[in-house]
């Protein structure tokens, strides 16, 4: 029986659509070794050990028998462990008394640079998770256990890799958890985690369907696209864009499920849309693609409508409404279609655009909790880089921000809710920790939250506008403030 709700189904997109959202993912953070450089699999991260007194040193010298042992002044004695504490056993594959073996995947930049897919890396990866995982290790660990990281980078270009990498952490190492998971058209995989091997995963990308096939708690720091069209419903009413709106919904076919969605949440605010169709050409085929929005585009002209939500293929649908010449107000449910819109889609284009975000990249490096994740990095590794926002970053340098922000986010999910989960740790006791967690904060999400039924943690939301004019190629402006979007 599957650990996580059941969900409608939602089909399978393409290796070139998944492309396409991958490399949106590298213009933000989001969807992630060696200075840019994959570490290989036998290398290890250095460690210092404690060597015991040789046997020829004197012993400390012991009272006699008969003499008063006097504690040091000012000094109070040390507790004695409570009787009662639970005893730390090896309670799952993965977990001892002493240790909690999780996976650790990464992407591999090398790959992707020399591939011409990706300007940069993001630095020595492998060397910020393991700082993350030595700060928790040195402040107690896990309820007493310590993290122990295997790492694994893998290309998210198809699935062959990914699917190794899974086995090879979940059948060879067996640990008891996947931290990062996978991005891109690799991002199928994340299925062999959850639903083959049983696993339990923080990070990859979800959705409905996936989740209902999960035998093992599967977690995701990011906010799930059924909710997020909720959401940005629920915002664009708060900021009165539903007013007399003429509403038209253009879904993609990757992203049917979601689509399905909208035309209810409209009708529940007392919208009832002009207009409800699917772009039915999967992304990436440019020429098919502006061809079937030569039609859509006289089917929204023909509704009356004045406002048209792209559901799914942004940078086709934006593209759409500017070359037919709609005088549209464009809504646009994946923000990465704006952040990247890629090469045959113009600033100008996706001018106007209105999509939901949360903080920018800038703001979430500001922010208090990831300020402490910067403080931990930069003061154990003072010399690797500099410490500066990601505007700051200049094109083709290694962006260490990203691993930054996004890593100790995915650990402190992980460790937030394991710590919950008690002594006995398990997939069992994971999920109902997870479902307990109720609000909480995250590194760079003022509002997040775990619950039954809800394993997207992201309810940091405000809308944004694309304004070509603001920097050399145009930037996401915030229009509102952020909210909590479960409020």
Request: hydrophobic share 40%; with cysteine; aromatic share 6%.
């Amino acid at each position: 029986m599957s650990l996580q709700n059941e969900s409608q189904t939602t089909k399978a997109t393409g290796v070139l659509t998944r492309l396409l959202a991958m490399l949106a993912l590298f213009a933000l953070v989001a969807s992630a070794c060696g200075g840019g450089e994959a570490t290989s699999d036998d290398e290890e991260p250095e460690t210092t050990s404690t060597e015991a007194p040789a046997d020829d040193e004197p012993a400390d010298e012991q009272p006699a028998d008969d003499e008063p042992v006097e504690e040091p002044a000012g000094e109070e004695p040390a507790e004695e462990p409570a009787d009662d504490a639970p005893a730390l056993t090896a309670s799952f594959r993965g977990v001892t008394e002493d240790t909690i073996t999780i996976g650790v995947t990464m992407l591999d930049f090398v790959d992707l640079v020399e591939k011409n897919l990706s300007p940069q890396g993001w630095g020595d990866q492998q060397l910020v998770m393991q700082t993350y995982i030595d700060d928790i290790n040195a402040n107690g660990g896990i309820n007493g256990r310590m993290i122990e990281p295997i790492f694994e980078f893998y290309t998210p270009l198809g699935t062959t890799v990914a699917a190794e990498v899974c086995v090879r952490l979940t059948e060879d190492n067996e640990v008891f958890a996947i931290v990062g998971g996978f991005l891109g058209p690799a991002e199928t995989e994340n299925v062999c985690i959850t639903d083959t091997h049983e696993t339990v995963l923080i990070g990859g990308v979800q959705s409905e369907e996936r989740l209902a096939q999960a035998k093992a708690p599967w977690l995701q720091t990011s906010s799930l696209r059924n909710r997020r069209l909720s959401v940005f419903v629920d915002l664009l009413e708060q900021d009165g864009r539903l007013d007399d709106a003429k509403v038209a919904i253009i879904g993609s076919i990757e992203l049917e499920d979601v689509f399905e969605q909208a035309e209810a949440l409209f009708q529940a605010k007392g919208v009832d849309p002009v207009l409800v169709a699917i772009n039915d050409v999967p992304q990436g085929d440019i020429v098919a693609e502006n061809a079937r929005w030569q039609v859509l585009a006289e089917n929204i002209r023909a509704s009356g409508a004045d406002k048209v939500l792209i559901i799914g293929s942004g940078q086709a649908g934006t593209r759409g409404v500017f070359e037919n010449g709609l005088d549209v107000e464009k809504w646009v449910l994946e923000r990465n279609a704006l952040d990247n819109p890629g090469e045959n889609t113009t600033a100008e284009m996706i001018d106007g655009s209105i999509t939901p975000t949360g903080l920018t990249d800038d703001e979430i490096y500001e922010e208090a909790g990831t300020q402490a994740c910067r403080e931990i990095f930069f003061a154990a590794n003072p010399d690797v880089a500099e410490d500066k926002l990601p505007s700051e970053y200049a094109e083709g340098e290694e962006q260490w921000f990203n691993p930054i922000m996004s890593y100790c986010r995915w650990l402190q999910a992980f460790t937030q809710v394991a710590t919950a989960a008690g002594a006995d740790l398990t997939p069992e006791s994971f999920l109902a920790a997870a479902d307990g967690m109720g609000d909480f904060t995250l590194p760079g999400l003022p509002f997040s939250s775990f619950g039954p039924g809800k394993y997207d943690a992201d309810d940091s939301f405000r809308l944004s506008i694309f304004d070509m004019t603001v920097g050399e190629e145009g930037e996401l402006v915030p229009i509102t403030d952020i909210l909590d979007g479960t409020s």
